[in-house]
């Protein structure tokens, strides 16, 4: 969906580096979400976050941190990256007034040696 | 604890009906059930979202039985072009949280 963003969309670091990634979106939804994906495995939240005041962890989110700066920004840290957080991480958007549907981005491809 | 599951790939003909089947134990009245396609390098797109008994859309049908231990995506007349993977996605409600949970996903290859 063009209306969620993610920067940058690959990236290649070393471990013990620390890494953002960041999510805009202009659909003006309220709900934004992190999640990683992983060969068989599917999609894992790693953290979510309501409004701007609210944060919350998901499934998986040991190693990570995340930032809501605005209504349209959701940022995920690694703080100290490591190989096993070698992923394709998307952020996702939803309106709770309209829908459950989520709204994905196109992904960031991280490689962590 | 809820835990969905689907059936790995599955393989079709330009024209059928497909049904995908995900299984998903121990979910509450109010949870919702939705679907997604995700094509290579693209994040996945919504299809379709339920809680009971039936919904359809212009692309797709979702039907859901009275115990909710499962639902049925239902894809008619497919085409080579709805060759994806499809993941069922579970929302649950936990007092002031939620629990969202995704399938594996089902790689569906559409054949001519």
């Known amino acids: 969906d063009a209306d969620v963003t993610q920067t940058p969309r690959n990236r290649i670091t070393k471990t013990g580096k620390r890494i953002m990634l960041e999510c805009s979106q202009t659909k003006g939804h309220d709900r934004m979400y992190w999640y990683r994906q992983d060969p068989g495995l599917g999609l894992r939240l790693i953290y979510y976050s309501f409004d701007v005041k609210d944060i919350n962890k998901g499934e998986i989110s040991d190693g990570y941190s995340v930032s809501r700066q605005a209504q349209a920004k959701f940022s995920l840290s690694l703080e100290s990256a490591i190989p096993n957080q070698t992923a394709l991480y998307f952020c996702?958007?939803?309106?709770?007034?309209?829908?459950?549907?989520?709204?994905f981005g196109p992904g960031t491809r991280l490689t962590v040696l | 604890l809820a835990k969905t599951t689907q059936p790995i790939s599955m393989d079709s003909y330009e024209g059928q009906e497909v049904n995908i089947t995900c299984s998903h134990n121990?979910?509450?009245?109010?949870?919702?059930i939705t679907w997604y396609q995700q094509f290579p390098s693209q994040g996945p797109r919504f299809i379709i979202q339920g809680y009971k008994t039936k919904v359809t859309n212009e692309v797709a049908s979702l039907f859901i039985p009275a115990d909710r231990k499962s639902s049925t995506l239902s894809l008619p007349r497919v085409s080579l072009s709805d060759t994806a993977v499809y993941y069922c996605l579970v929302i649950i409600r936990m007092d002031s949280s939620y629990k969202l949970i995704f399938g594996s996903g089902t790689r569906l290859l559409v054949r001519p």
């Open positions: 121990n979910i509450a009245t109010n949870d919702y």
């Open positions: 996702a958007t939803s309106d709770p007034k309209l829908a459950i549907a989520q709204y």
